[in-house]
């Protein structure tokens, strides 16, 4: 699969630029990932098949033939001890950048990830803190099944220590994950499976973008579609589709989770007055309706010309079969059919 993405509007956070290029997802991440290693001795990986391998999904690539067996580091297949260790090193001065194959797996590691790193620089008085960096795939479309395709960023943006990452383009893989391994403190930062081979432009030179900055990828007249991962990129084909019978939609990009930037969600939906939020991950106590609460506690709810709606996957574990597998998460004939009915109703 080959896409392009429009480029996004990355309003006060635009990185320094001298040819354009297109690269896919996944080269991004590598090219952040070998730029912090060649400039911080600190910055090193670990992870299961991350070495002459190149990762489960190709992602490390070359990076250990470039940087050595040291500072890209297979482990055993224990997610609760890449993180321990990942946590120690970061407490000893090392900037660890972990890769967990599935994110499905962090299920394995969450006693370190919520009770040790996302606590430690604040149960410490701010006495120390821990620069590690966890990346790992999320959400379904590969046919891996229902222990490999979940979508669990709402469980990682509810615990408070952790600053939570969904880039959707390649630019912004790159550049937030740069800043992430910057971060004094844990970042996650979850990547979409069908992401990695899709293309966009990267320019040469391309350098960090900030954490806790949400994206306007289209602005439109009508419906507000607030997506993340891989729905951003369907939520634009839908807002194309959907110019051409004359409904004008913006589609936001939050692009962290946590922390999140939510005045440019609010400042949308109170302009267009109609809100779609759209997750690959089950609705239920889900993170769009974290944004949802937010719309109706703000000024943007005496806007709102319809009650805010949410489309999500379906409250089931994923399914193998491909057809079942696509019916329990939205596509794009889903996010049409939702903003139609939106304006419809209003």
Not at 21 to 41: G, H, P, Q
Request: charged share 20%; hydrophobic share 45%.
């Amino acid at each position: 699969m080959t896409t392009t993405y429009p480029s996004p509007d990355l309003t006060g956070t635009a990185p320094t630029a001298t040819t354009d290029r297109v690269i896919t997802y996944a080269e991004a991440v590598r090219e952040a990932l070998a730029e912090a290693m060649a400039a911080d001795d600190r910055v090193f990986m670990l992870g299961e098949d991350i070495g002459v391998y190149g990762g489960a999904f190709g992602v490390t690539g070359d990076l250990y033939h470039r940087f050595g067996a040291e500072r890209v580091r297979d482990t055993p297949i224990s997610e609760l001890g890449i993180v321990g260790a990942a946590v120690g090193a970061a407490l000893a001065g090392m900037r660890p950048v972990v890769e967990i194959q599935f994110s499905d797996f962090t299920c394995q590691a969450m006693d370190q990830i919520v009770n040790q790193a996302a606590k430690i620089h604040f149960m410490l008085g701010g006495a120390a803190e821990v620069p590690m960096v966890l990346r790992a795939p999320l959400g379904s479309g590969t046919g891996a099944a229902a222990q490999h395709s979940q979508s669990l960023e709402a469980w990682f943006a509810h615990v408070p220590g952790l600053k939570v990452v969904m880039p959707a383009t390649a630019e912004d893989a790159k550049g937030l994950l740069l800043s992430a391994i910057d971060d004094p403190n844990p970042v996650i930062v979850l990547e979409h499976k069908l992401l990695y081979r899709t293309s966009g432009p990267v320019p040469e030179g391309a350098g960090r973008i900030p954490l806790g900055k949400t994206a306007v990828r289209r602005r439109g007249r009508d419906v507000t579609i607030v997506a993340t991962g891989v729905m951003v990129s369907r939520s634009l084909e839908a807002a194309e589709q959907l110019a051409a019978d004359g409904i004008d939609v913006s589609v936001i990009d939050p692009r962290t989770l946590s922390p999140l930037d939510d005045a440019p969600i609010l400042e949308d939906i109170s302009r267009t007055g109609r809100a779609l939020l759209v997750q690959e991950a089950p609705g239920h106590v889900g993170f769009m309706a974290e944004v949802a609460s937010r719309v109706v506690e703000s000024s943007a709810v005496y806007r709102l010309l319809a009650p805010v709606r949410r489309l999500s996957g379906l409250d089931i574990p994923i399914p193998y079969a491909p057809q079942l597998e696509s019916a329990a998460v939205p596509q794009v004939d889903a996010i049409i059919d939702a903003a139609r009915s939106l304006v419809k109703d209003s």
